[in-house]
T-cell receptor
Framework: DTAVSQTPKYLVTQMGNDKSIKCEQN?????MYWYKQDSKKFLKIMFS???????INETVPNRFSPKSPDKAHLNLHINSLELGDSAVYFC??????????FGQGTRLTVV | AQSVTQLGSHVSVSEGALVLLRCNYS??????LFWYVQYPNQGLQLLLK??????LVKGINGFEAEFKKSETSFHLTKPSAHMSDAAEYFC??????????FGAGTTVTVRA
């Protein structure tokens, strides 16, 4: 059983489109994150939810909107995609033992 | 805000040689500290973590790190590099607000 799973793994889309990335964790963790990893491998935190409540909202364009229907799921919706949105997006969850588990990533390519 | 600085974006070592990756954190209160490894086209995997207690922390794959409060450092070492250690390594800090932040990463290459 995969602890943190993201879908899709690859996403190629045209500028201006709207797309979503889904994330699910089966670890019973309360806190989940979205990170963006750019071409230089830098990991930037975007959002964090704790038990469905938004607790971290970094300076991210409002075209990005996270949604957490329950504490096991954290989805990322992106409107009006731009070339600069091309990156690898990682979902992660963390529990009381402070160990963060990461998904395999979603490689988004905007053309 | 808490932050981590990794010194050296690239480290190249010979197989069998010591691996040393440097990490310094900025905090007045010791946070939780971590080292993660990322292999190509994969997610991040935890190598080791420091929370409280013993300052020398042992992790997977023969890695260990020492927490030094006086130097605000958490350097990662492995006595003998293996080809399979070639990867991207990230130091991370988890403060009380749970904003898990990463250093810029260090790419490790291992020469045969």
């Amino acid at each position: 059983d995969t602890a943190v799973s993201q879908t899709p793994k690859y996403l190629v889309t045209q500028m201006g489109n709207d797309k979503s990335i889904k994330c699910e964790q089966n670890l019973g963790h309360d806190t989940m994150y979205w990170y963006k990893q750019d071409s230089k491998k830098f990991l930037k935190i975007m959002f964090s939810y704790n038990n469905k409540e938004l607790i971290i909202n970094e300076t991210v364009p409002n075209r990005f909107s996270p949604k957490s229907p329950d504490k096991a799921h954290l989805n990322l919706h992106i409107n009006s995609l731009e070339l600069g949105d091309s990156a690898v997006y990682f979902c992660a969850s963390i529990g009381l033992n402070t160990e963060a588990f990461f998904g395999q990533g979603t490689r988004l390519t905007v053309v | 805000a808490q932050s981590v600085t990794q010194l050296g974006s690239h480290v190249s070592v010979s197989e069998g040689a010591l691996v040393l990756l440097r990490c310094n954190y900025s905090s007045s209160v010791p946070p939780y500290l971590f080292w993660y490894v990322q292999y190509p086209n994969q997610g991040l995997q935890l190598l080791l973590k420091y929370t409280t207690g013993a300052t020398l922390v042992k992790g997977i794959n023969g890695f260990e790190a020492e927490f030094k409060k006086s130097e605000t450092s958490f350097h990662l070492t492995k006595p003998s590099a293996h080809m399979s250690d070639a990867a991207e390594y990230f130091c991370a800090v988890l403060p009380e607000d749970y904003k898990l932040s990463f250093g810029a990463g260090t790419t490790v290459t291992v020469r045969a």
